[in-house]
């Protein structure tokens, strides 16, 4: 089963607002992974993040690796309407090659 | 470099048949994966490849499923005797092996489309 929590599990927002997501794991990770993912289509990467306390930027998006290497955040400032979607975190656990994802947030926006 | 390529992206059977999904790969992608997402779930890991070598099998992939990767490019997933609970979508990625961190972007999975099956 998963290993990842992720909340929140959906989000209702009005254009411009900044958005914050998250992901929790009882396990310790070694690498973050944040993508999105369109109706229909496959995960796209945003944003990978390496080590812990590292804050990453992307454009809009900024994800940061908590120190306790269990979590990780999400921002997205002053959201648009092409930033709705389905948001999901994802990593490597010490040692194993698979990535594994958590349930994913799904982003609504109000214009 | 078109990225990761799945084929078809749509697929509809009748319970009992097989069905057989092709994923190409990255080029210089050493590492294949497969995975299932079904409705409002994560993608769910269920093989991985380096190279032509088969090296993790999820116990979600039952003795119905096979997944090969000959010649180390290109791979199939291939459902035997499908079940309506086989409907899902089956999502291949692949990427880099090894260490190296941000710059050799090792272990950053690049997904394709992805592959909807749905079993009537």
């Known amino acids: 089963g998963q290993q990842l929590n992720q909340s929140p599990q959906s989000m209702f927002i009005q254009e411009g607002e900044d958005v914050s997501m998250n992901c929790t794991s009882s396990?310790?990770?070694?690498?973050w992974l944040w993508y999105k993912q369109d109706p229909g289509e496959g995960p796209v990467l945003l944003i990978a993040?390496?080590?812990?306390?590292e804050l990453t930027s992307n454009g809009r998006l900024t994800a940061q690796f908590g120190i306790t290497r269990k979590d990780s955040f999400l921002n997205i400032s002053a959201s648009i309407p092409s930033d709705v979607g389905i948001y999901f975190c994802?990593?490597?656990?010490?040692?194993?090659?698979?990535?594994?994802f958590g349930q994913g947030t799904r982003l609504t926006i109000n214009p | 470099d078109t990225g990761v390529s799945q084929d078809p992206r749509h697929k509809i059977t009748k319970r009992g048949q097989n069905v057989t999904f092709r994923c190409d790969p990255i080029?210089?992608?050493?590492?294949l994966y497969w995975y299932r997402q079904t409705l409002g779930q994560g993608p769910e890991f269920l093989t991985y490849?380096?190279?032509?070598?088969?090296?993790?099998k999820s116990r979600l992939l039952s003795d119905r499923f096979s997944a090969e990767r000959p010649k180390g490019s290109f791979s199939t997933l291939e459902i035997q005797r499908t079940e309506q609970g086989d409907s899902a979508m089956y999502l291949c990625?692949?990427?880099?092996?090894?260490?190296?961190?941000?710059?050799?972007?090792?272990?950053?999975?690049?997904f394709g489309a992805g592959s909807r099956l749905t079993v009537l």
């Open positions: 990625a692949s990427s880099r092996s090894g260490t190296g961190g941000r710059l050799a972007g090792a272990n950053v999975l690049t």
């Open positions: 396990s310790i990770f070694n690498t």
């Open positions: 993040l390496y080590k812990a306390g």
């Open positions: 994802a990593g490597h656990t010490q040692g194993a090659q698979k990535l594994v």
């Open positions: 080029s210089e992608h050493n590492r």
């Open positions: 490849f380096q190279n032509e070598a088969q090296l993790e």
